[in-house]
Nanobody, 123 residues
């Protein structure tokens, strides 16, 4: 599967952005999807993940209650709605896909990655 993330940009603290990740291929619904982010000088970290059908989701503590992951299998797309953004959310955001079952939060378990989209939150 090929992934393309988009929707990043510059936003003020407290604002919102919605990231999208479009996937190619006809088997999108068989992948667990995740969002990760990498801030300058830091390691890539888990943000959120969603199960095949979208019924199960999991979030990093740092974004819980502010971010929402969802997917539309009919459009081969996964979304990350980000509200109440903080300067510390500034990072390049990556979408990723894995064929592992269950909710996966480890980056190395994801075999497919999008190119990343930059989110900058100004204070």
């Amino acid at each position: 599967v090929q992934l393309q993330a988009y929707g990043g940009g510059l936003v003020q603290a407290g604002g919102s952005l919605r990231l999208s990740c479009a996937a190619s291929g006809r088997t999108f619904s068989s992948y667990v999807m995740g969002w990760f982010r990498q801030a300058p000088g830091k390691e890539r970290e888990f943000v959120a993940a969603i199960s095949w059908g979208g019924s199960n989701t999991y979030y990093a503590d740092s974004v819980k209650g502010r971010f929402t992951i969802s997917r539309d299998n009919s459009k081969n797309t996964v979304y990350l709605q980000m509200n109440s953004l903080k300067p510390e959310d500034t990072a390049v955001y990556f979408c990723a896909a894995t064929t592992y079952r269950g909710i996966i939060i480890v980056a190395t378990a994801y075999g497919y990655w999008g190119q990343g989209t930059l989110v900058t939150v100004s204070s």
